[in-house]
């Protein structure tokens, strides 16, 4: 179990590095779905590797930057629906 969980967090960090250098290029924006979801998904499994070494400082941080993601999904998925009503609304009139 020990070596799946060094496993997650290893990609997890790889996936934050990948995230930011992908935005510090300008490969990537940093406020759209693609970023948000690569630094969602890297917080939760450094998060999971964190609290599995009882790195709590490490966990609490990675907690609270994968609520920090969920928020901003959540934030994106709104925007989404209401987006599609609006549309919804226009074809209707």
Known sequence: MS????????????VLLLAYAMVSSGRMS?????????????????????AYHSAWPSAILNLVWSGIGVWTLGRFAARRAAARRSAGTAAIG
């Open 3 to 14: 070596t799946f969980i060094t496993i997650i967090g290893t990609a997890g960090a790889v």
């Open 30 to 50: 940093g406020d759209g779905l693609p970023y948000q979801l690569l630094n969602f998904g890297g917080a939760v499994t450094m998060m999971v590797n964190s």
